[in-house]
């Protein structure tokens, strides 16, 4: 049966529990020098990838 | 002399045709010639900012014709339609039919012999599955770069709307129940929800993120276990998470039953029934095989023996049906070699699944509501690259070497959602898994949790820039290509 209300669209995901960063969490996420570091991990992770599964 | 003809130029295609020119030499005798309906290979996986207007095509695709003439590689400008796997009665070697699509012959045909074969033919986007949807129907696509040309400009529209002062609701998903490609729709609603930030105006759009997933981060491969600080995680509460954060809203287990002018109607998992009217709707069709023919010499149709009901190519998998709980790793193929013809392969998206990673579902209707499991850019690069070592040790050394594996079951997959256009401002949510079909015999929670991570930050932005520019590189030959990895 079709929803009358179309602009509601139905069921959506209640994410009201889902956790939220914090300010320091979304700081870390924009700092230069630590977001340098997490570039370094990724393609670190990429690399160890790509030897233990080509 | 062998002749070894590769049927795509997408990432799997022309990775394995890259690969064995190199391996088997310039100047060699053997040829190897590719076949593909476009002129233009595409980074498919940069179509995402074509699609918010933050690359335009010419940055994303690049003519194919020189650079196989420059690597000495044949190349037809033509689509396959059916194989001769035994030869006909004319002759016993295998062969292929083509059609051509440009270079002066469009619409002619031409019978081409074969001594290997490599099925790379990618995905059908099999919009016609479900009814309105699609650039010819009422929503849009990223899946090529014109496609996503057209959803920038849509979107451009919407965010005038929205400058004008209306309310405006805007979709992104799956428009089918058994679609595949979640990393893709996840990565566009991202570059979206930035968009509608950078111009002011996210406060009057309705963002909604629909989708076949029964739970948030699932992306077709089961979701996954995470690591941090100490505690198990899940990619749902990383997906859910980013979601609340940036006010996407989620509907969850849609199957898309049509698109009609501004509606998408959907049936939810519970067997209901929903309407949601929108404004922009990107929503990725369901992939199937590109619909190759088969026949035996005396031109017997065999296509049901090569090719799975889906229209992907069968290959070296256990195709057995059996419930979840019975699914194993080594169920997946590591040669991709079809069954009875050890010189034909199908790598990449071509290839035929032996079932679903994420678990089946159906709604209370009995309507399939699961994703198809995904075959992404690393592994797709990684299995051609197998295939073309296999082909060129068998030229070199006989037709009994050994092939060469590579199981998705041993194999990462990177996807990274990173939007905005500076390297100081962009922000990124990137994933890495591995591997990507689970093993549970292997690792308690299926994957490896060294190296199965999601991260948010600007630097996955980097990430993103560094790959796009890297597989440009790669793909068009040059200077040390052969050094980044696939
Ligand atoms: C929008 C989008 C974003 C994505 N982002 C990512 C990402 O961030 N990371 C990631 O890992 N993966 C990503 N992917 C997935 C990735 O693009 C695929 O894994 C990859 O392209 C599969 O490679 P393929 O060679 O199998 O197929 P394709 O790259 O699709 O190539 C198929 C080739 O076959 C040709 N062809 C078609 N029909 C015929 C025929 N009849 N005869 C001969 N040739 C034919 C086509 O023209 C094409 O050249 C994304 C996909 C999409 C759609």
Known sequence: MTDKTPAAGGPVADLSTAPLPTEDTLRKRRSIPLQLARFAAYNARIMRMVIKGH | ?486
Not at chain 2, 36 to 64: C, E, Q, T, Y
Not at chain 2, 150 to 166: D, F, H, N, P
Not at chain 2, 228 to 235: I, L, M
Not at chain 2, 365 to 385: D, E, F, H, L, Y
């Open chain 2, 1 to 486: 002399m062998a002749d070894v003809v590769i049927l795509g130029a997408g990432i799997s295609g022309h990775t394995a045709a890259l690969h064995l020119r190199r391996k088997l030499g310039r100047g060699s005798e053997h040829t190897v010639t590719v076949v593909s309906p476009n002129s233009k290979w595409n980074w498919i996986p940069s179509n995402i900012w074509v699609g918010v207007g933050k690359m335009g095509k010419p940055d994303v695709v690049f003519p194919l014709e020189p650079v196989y003439r420059k690597k000495g590689i044949g190349f037809r400008q033509a689509k396959a339609v059916a194989l001769w796997p035994e030869g006909d009665a004319d002759d016993p070697r295998g062969a292929v039919d083509v059609e051509y699509t440009g270079q002066g012959r469009a619409g002619t045909t031409e019978r081409i012999r074969y001594d290997y074969l490599v099925n790379a033919t990618g995905p059908k986007l099999r919009f016609e599955a479900t009814p309105g949807l699609g650039p010819d129907g009422h929503s849009l696509s990223v899946c090529t770069a014109d496609h996503a040309t057209e959803a920038a400009r849509s979107l451009t529209e919407t965010i005038e709307r929205l400058r004008a002062g209306e309310e405006q609701t805007l979709v992104v998903g799956m428009g089918h129940g058994t679609c595949t490609c979640e990393g893709a729709a996840f990565e566009y609603v991202f570059n979206v929800d930035h968009e509608l930030r950078e111009a002011g105006v996210r406060d009057r759009a309705r963002l909604v993120y629909l989708t076949n997933e029964e739970r948030l981060g699932d992306f077709g491969v089961d979701g996954m276990t995470f690591e941090e600080q100490g505690f198990q995680t899940s990619s749902e509460m990383w997906t859910a998470s980013l979601f609340r954060e940036r006010g996407v809203e989620a509907i969850l287990g849609a199957h898309v039953t049509k698109v009609e002018e501004g509606v998408v109607h959907y049936e939810t998992l519970d067997g209901e029934f929903h309407a949601l009217a929108f404004d922009f709707a990107m929503l990725l069709p369901p992939f199937g095989g590109v619909g190759l023919a088969a026949y035996d010499a005396e031109g017997g149709d065999i296509t049901d023996r090569l090719f799975a009901p889906s229209g992907f190519m069968k290959v070296d998998a256990d195709y057995t049906a059996k419930p979840y709980e019975e699914w194993r790793a080594q169920d997946w193929p590591e040669t991709y070699q079809t069954p009875g013809y050890d010189n034909i392969f199908a790598v990449g998206i071509a290839f035929a699944p032996p079932h679903q990673i994420s678990r089946p579902r159906t709604s209370a209707n009995g309507t399939p509501i699961a994703p198809a499991p995904p075959r992404t850019g690393m592994p797709s690069g990684v299995m051609g690259k197998t295939a073309a070592m296999t082909i060129y040790d068998r030229i070199k050394h006989g037709a009994h070497a050994e092939a060469h594996r590579a199981s998705m079951a041993h194999m990462g997959a990177a996807c990274v959602a990173s939007a905005g256009a500076d390297l100081r401002t962009g922000s990124a949510a990137a994933m890495t898994m591995m591997p990507v079909v689970p093993d549970y015999a292997r690792y308690p929670t299926g994957r490896d949790l060294a190296a199965t991570r999601g991260e948010i930050g600007l630097s996955g932005h980097w990430v993103k820039l560094m790959l796009h520019h890297l597989f440009l590189h790669k793909a068009k030959a040059r200077l040390g290509w052969q050094f980044i990895p696939e």
